[in-house]
T-cell receptor, first 112, second 119 residues
């Protein structure tokens, strides 16, 4: 069965610090990988996605993620966070039917 | 472009009562999903529709939950009777253009959710 693990449940950073959120998945077939973000009081929205090709994908607002197949990982990174990045971040894995399995989420608090 | 609409935003009921949530997806989207998000957890898929047919309802507790998408557009999720552990946010999402020959980008568009509290 598919599963997604996000090891960091809460992360607190100061502005301009670098961010890396871990995501590991378990799935036997070809996967599509996603990061979604939920800003306070808003709905979930797509940050970035990986289907195939270049394993380093760039998303909105300066975020990027790297797919490492051998490690079953899809970690999210940003070189310099801003206060406005305070949100909850969800990693998700999907199959060809686009049915998504989500991780438990990481709450990021960025202090000004 | 209008997003995914859900109602009601909030609902408080007592256990054993019933509740219904409504979702109107983005116009033209063929696929509709209902997810349950319990506090502190990620969204869990309850049911996936493709047009008006069910693709996957393996995680739907069918003894108390039901969902329909009769005309392939909007959808209703019902819980009857509700239990305390059903307290959660119920998220509706849609994807795909529904147009033949147009590739689905795989992106799910979520509504703001319906928060259910069962007392």
């Amino acid at each position: 069965a598919q599963s997604v693990s996000q090891h960091n449940h809460h992360v607190i950073l100061s502005e301009a610090a670098s961010l890396e959120l871990g995501c590991n998945y378990s799935y036997g077939g070809t996967v599509n990988l996603f990061w979604y973000v939920q800003y306070p009081g808003q709905h979930l929205q797509l940050l970035l996605k990986y289907f195939s090709g270049d394993p380093l994908v760039k998303g909105i607002k300066g975020f990027e993620a790297e797919f490492i197949k051998s490690k079953f990982s899809f970690n999210l990174r940003k070189p310099s966070v801003q206060w406005s990045d305070t949100a909850e971040y969800f990693c998700a894995v999907g199959d060809s039917s686009y049915k998504l399995i989500f991780g438990s989420g990481t709450r990021l608090l960025v202090r000004p | 472009e209008a997003g995914v609409a859900q109602s009601p935003r909030y609902k408080i009921i007592e256990k054993r009562q019933s509740v219904a949530f409504w979702c109107n997806p983005i116009s033209g989207h063929a696929t509709l999903y209902w997810y349950q998000q319990i506090l502190g957890q990620g969204p869990k898929l309850l049911i996936q529709f493709q047009n008006n047919g069910v693709v996957d309802d393996s995680q739907l507790p069918k003894d108390r939950f039901s969902a329909e998408r009769l005309k392939g557009v909007d959808s209703t999720l019902k819980i009857q009777p509700a239990k305390l552990e059903d307290s959660a946010v119920y998220l509706c999402a849609s994807s795909g253009t529904g147009l033949a020959g147009v590739q689905d980008t795989g992106e799910l568009f979520f509504g703001e959710g319906s928060r259910l509290t069962v007392l």
